[in-house]
């Protein structure tokens, strides 16, 4: 039968696979002999030892920080004694697959490896011996599952802690770092695969909720450098996270309650507001319109108009549809001015035209007709200019002659205010 084991199932000593211990080693060697007296199922939970040993000690080299913040979301118990002595203290508090997913996520378990023990894991629950079952663990299934273990896992160098996140962003919890230091950081992450790249956006996101110092300052500068590596997901991901900030007060367990706000201004820094649901979205254009509209209605406030349009534009061109018109009402109200003229905030909201869709352009354009707040001022020549200015640039935008015809009316409408 030897000579058709894998040879994981022959292993005497560790400089066979250097990743191993002599505890795993000891693991598989008695599978070894379980299956040579016939006993496969019990074979396969030592090989499920051998391989947790060995998966909590590539997850511990790789950093302990990380993994914790890569299981934050998962279900099951995820307590890492960081005190414990042995091994096993550290994780007797970690479920097993809470272990599997989080070493998947974090890179050091690939997927081939851990559908693996997923599948001893089924075979423990519903094929061992203490549960009746037609579908009894064969020696074949040993066999097979071995040696997808032996090429995935045991094979596998361990990791490097030089070269992982935990071990280049260990400094950032220790002092707030130089300029040099930060770029040395930053060619790092630049150079990062992209397993590495979500766990340290993960970890560098955690840092800013926490607000401590110093690695929230030094996480806020490298912010922008891993974001700029992200993926789709991950950004929604960062958007997500202030949302539930702004729904759950209660999950945000800083010292100092002000994750939301730290994480608002980092999604600012990196144009990442879009990323943010649409609920919470709409309101923060919504607060942004009303300061624009407080201004708007100051007397001798056209500087205050400047201040509030950049705090609007702060956020982005990205306004939710269900905030489309509170909005636009407040940015048109002050781009086409009153009677005596208007400020220099138009040229900070024109920025807010150059990317609507037609849908858009034909709800903006009947504005002009259909908003008390935008036609309230109309009737004086000055703000009526600037508002059959803004109707003819739509017009030239839209190529369907029914909404042409549409706008024309429109500008009719403005006309004989």
Not at 34 to 54: K, M, R, T, Y
Not at 116 to 144: C, Q, T, Y
Not at 392 to 417: A, P
Request: aromatic share 8%; hydrophobic share 40%; proline share 3%.
């Amino acid at each position: 039968m030897s000579s058709t084991l894998p040879n994981i199932l022959t292993v005497t000593a560790t400089s066979q696979f250097p990743a191993t211990t002599d505890v795993e080693i000891t693991f598989l060697k008695d599978a070894k002999k379980l299956l040579d007296v016939g006993f496969p199922d019990h074979a396969l939970l030592n090989i499920w030892n051998a391989s947790v040993h060995n998966l909590r000690r590539r997850v511990e080299l790789y950093g302990i920080e990380l993994f914790n913040s890569a299981i934050k979301d998962e279900s099951g118990r995820k307590k890492y004694e960081i005190n414990g002595e042995t091994l096993t203290e550290r994780w007797a508090s970690v479920d097993d697959l809470v272990l599997i997913n989080g070493a998947i996520k974090l890179g050091v378990l690939n997927k081939k490896a851990g559908k693996a023990l997923e599948m001893i894991n089924w075979m423990r629950n519903h094929a061992s011996p203490a549960h009746a079952s037609d579908s009894k663990v064969e020696a074949e299934d040993v066999f097979g599952i071995a040696l997808i273990l032996q090429k995935n896992l045991f094979e596998s160098d361990m990791p490097d802690p030089g070269h992982s996140p935990s071990g280049l962003f260990e400094p950032i919890k220790k002092s707030l770092l130089s300029e040099d230091e930060l770029a040395l950081l930053k060619d790092q992450i630049s150079a990062f695969k992209l397993s590495d790249v979500r766990i340290t956006f993960g970890f560098l996101l955690d840092m800013i909720c926490k607000g401590e110092s110093p690695s929230v300052d030094n996480a806020q500068v490298l912010f922008n450098d891993v974001w700029k590596r992200a993926n789709e997901d991950l950004k929604c991901s960062a958007g997500q996270r202030y949302h539930t900030y702004m729904i759950d007060k209660d999950s945000d367990t800083s010292s100092d309650k002000g994750a939301k706000i730290r994480v608002l201004e980092a999604l600012i820094k990196v144009d990442g507001v879009k990323y943010i649901p649409d609920a919470a979205r709409a309101g923060l254009f919504r607060r942004a319109a009303k300061k624009l509209a407080s201004a708007k209605n100051t007397p001798y406030g056209w500087s205050e108009e400047v201040k509030a349009s950049k705090a609007l534009i702060q956020f982005g061109i990205s306004i939710p549809s269900i905030a489309f018109e509170d909005v636009y009402q407040e940015v048109l109200s002050v781009i086409c001015g009153n009677f005596w003229g208007r400020s220099e905030a138009y040229e900070v909201l024109k920025v807010l035209f150059g990317n609507l869709n037609t849908t858009q352009l034909m709800n903006l354009a009947r504005l002009f007709k259909n908003n008390s707040r935008v036609t309230s001022e109309l009737f004086q020549s000055k703000p009526k200019k600037v508002a059959l200015s803004i109707l003819s640039d739509i017009q030239g935008k839209i190529t369907i002659q029914s909404s042409k015809d549409e706008i024309d009316e429109i500008i009719e409408y403005v006309k004989n205010l």
